[in-house]
């Protein structure tokens, strides 16, 4: 027998949660409802000439997620959907976790970082890049002429 529960989903979905949360770190994506905040938990390591990102990506396909380098920021976008022949099988259903979607994060790199310097791996739901370390374009210093009078 199925029986309600008074403490919502999940007893200790906000457990852990801190009464600021919501409002430092914005709204949650709804896709993924109160465990949104799980989902592209990410590892940078520095080393001496590169950054090494570990992202993980449990239950995507490799097809399925995409990096983009643009003005500087790195962005990883990665999509889900349910099979079709799930959806199809008969019965009802009385509980549904599983959600269909997209999710996206972004890492400034630099402007100086190109798209062929960045290497990408997918391997048992991680997602490994290597970023190369560059110093940031230098601006342009005025240069003076002086003039003799």
């Not at 309600?4 to 709204?27: A, K, V």
């Not at 310097?117 to 240069?143: C, T, Y």
Request: hydrophobic share 30%; glycine share 8%.
């Amino acid at each position: 027998m199925l029986m309600p529960s008074i403490f919502g989903e999940n007893l200790f979905d906000d457990w852990m949660d801190f009464p600021f949360e919501r409002e430092f770190f914005g709204r949650r994506n709804p896709l993924y409802g109160k465990n949104a905040k799980n989902i592209m938990k990410t590892d940078v390591k520095e080393t001496d000439n590169s950054y090494e990102l570990d992202i993980d990506l449990p239950g995507f396909k490799k097809e399925n997620i995409t990096a983009e380098l643009k003005d500087g920021y790195l962005t990883i976008t990665a999509n889900k959907g349910l099979d079709k022949d799930e959806k199809d099988k008969e019965g009802k259903y009385i509980r549904q976790e599983r959600y269909s979607g997209s999710c996206s994060r972004s890492f400034y790199v630099g402007e100086a970082v190109t798209q062929d310097e960045i290497h990408a791996k997918f391997e048992d739901g991680i997602l490994k890049l290597s970023i190369p370390k560059k110093d940031a374009k230098a601006v342009e210093q005025k240069k003076y002429i002086s003039i003799e009078g």
